[in-house]
């Protein structure tokens, strides 16, 4: 069941086509990710759907709700963390949730989301004194403290070291398993891989592709890479040359890489343990939402 429609959403600043007819819907329970780079229309899209700004053109439904017409429904039902989310640097933890509990009817208990989300020995804490880690887990307690059926989470790793990174996504993985619907905006492609059930993928306002990261991952015209160290004076080049799949061998010195597509890796490793040929260090390059960004547009992700 979709939670969200959009259909051909245009959006314009004067002579400037922020968003360009785009088209996607997000299915009840799934983690859904926006992916591109920055100022490719990602934010724009997520504020016309959640009501805080106004499309120009097209169709938005997010719960059967339109976020103009119906924007007072449709913000008691989601929960939203903007890109550039702020609070006063005095104001405690308990108070910023007690504050955003009233904005509601019909509120969690925000005592409950303190133990929930690990801030419970943070409750007298002041923002200003919480670490990114910390600010994220409050972030997204205030997301969730008017009991949403959809989360927009934008952004939300933008700043914090790995591991806080780490722990952030354990986080968001949390909340689509409490049974909220998550739709997730990032410039990251690890984060989206790991995280979203799908994605759609930005660039110059336009949506180029949607499917899951293995669908798009796998949609790539382009060969993998294996490597290897040779372990023995057996020169293996043609005897892996003419493997199924296999496009290419190099060797320099010990070092061997082998290009192909398909099964190539398994016609690799089994004409190698056949004959003998021990190696080490073998590794597959896997191909990534990079290497489907580069194959769709011509360019790479971060240009």
């Given at each position: 069941m979709a939670v969200i429609d959009v259909t051909d959403l245009t959006k314009r600043y004067a002579d400037h086509t922020v968003l360009n007819g785009i088209s996607f819907s997000v299915e009840e329970g799934e983690i859904f990710g926006l992916l591109g780079p920055n100022g490719t229309g990602k934010t724009?899209?997520?504020?016309?759907?959640?009501?805080?700004?106004?499309?120009?053109?097209?169709?938005?439904?997010?719960?059967?709700?339109?976020?103009?017409?119906?924007?007072?429904?449709?913000?008691?039902?989601?929960?939203?963390?903007?890109?550039?989310?702020?609070?006063?640097?005095?104001?405690?933890?308990?108070?910023?949730?007690?504050?955003?509990?009233?904005?509601?009817?019909q509120p969690?208990?925000?005592?409950?989301?303190?133990?929930?989300?690990g801030l419970a020995d943070k409750r007298n804490a002041r923002f200003g004194k919480?670490?990114?880690?910390?600010?994220?887990?409050?972030?997204?307690?205030?997301?969730?403290?008017?009991?949403?059926?959809?989360?927009?989470?934008?952004?939300?790793?933008?700043?914090?070291?790995?591991?806080?990174?780490?722990?952030?996504?354990?986080?968001?993985?949390?909340?689509?398993?409490?049974?909220?619907?998550?739709v997730l905006v990032s410039h990251f492609m690890d984060e989206v891989e790991e995280l979203c059930d799908r994605v759609a993928v930005f660039d110059r306002g336009r949506i180029i592709a949607?499917?899951?990261?293995?669908?798009?991952?796998?949609?790539?015209?382009?060969?993998?890479?294996?490597?290897?160290t040779l372990m023995a004076?057996?020169?293996?080049?043609?005897?892996?040359?003419?493997?199924?799949?296999?496009?290419?061998?190099?060797?320099?010195?010990?070092?061997?890489?082998?290009?192909g597509r398909g099964d190539f890796a398994t016609a690799v490793t089994s004409a190698l343990a056949r004959n003998l040929i021990p190696v080490a260090d073998l590794r597959i390059d896997k191909r990534t939402l990079d290497d489907a960004f580069l194959a769709l547009t011509g360019r790479s992700f971060n240009l």
């Open positions: 724009t899209t997520v504020e016309c759907v959640e009501g805080l700004r106004r499309a120009d053109g097209g169709s938005i439904r997010v719960l059967g709700l339109d976020p103009i017409r119906d924007g007072r429904q449709l913000r008691e039902r989601i929960g939203v963390q903007l890109q550039h989310t702020q609070l006063p640097e005095n104001i405690k933890v308990w108070e910023a949730l007690d504050l955003y509990a009233s904005f509601y009817a969690r208990d925000w005592r409950e989301l303190l133990e929930e989300w919480l670490s990114g880690g910390q600010k994220q887990r409050l972030f997204i307690a205030l997301a969730l403290v008017g009991n949403p059926r959809v989360a927009f989470l934008d952004e939300l790793t933008t700043g914090l070291d790995p591991q806080a990174r780490r722990a952030t996504w354990e986080l968001i993985k949390k909340v689509r398993a409490s049974g909220v619907t998550v949607t499917g899951t990261p293995e669908q798009l991952i796998d949609g790539v015209d382009a060969d993998h890479q294996m490597r290897f004076t057996t020169d293996p080049v043609a005897l892996l040359s003419g493997l199924p799949g296999v496009s290419g061998v190099t060797r320099d010195g010990s070092k061997v890489t082998v290009t």
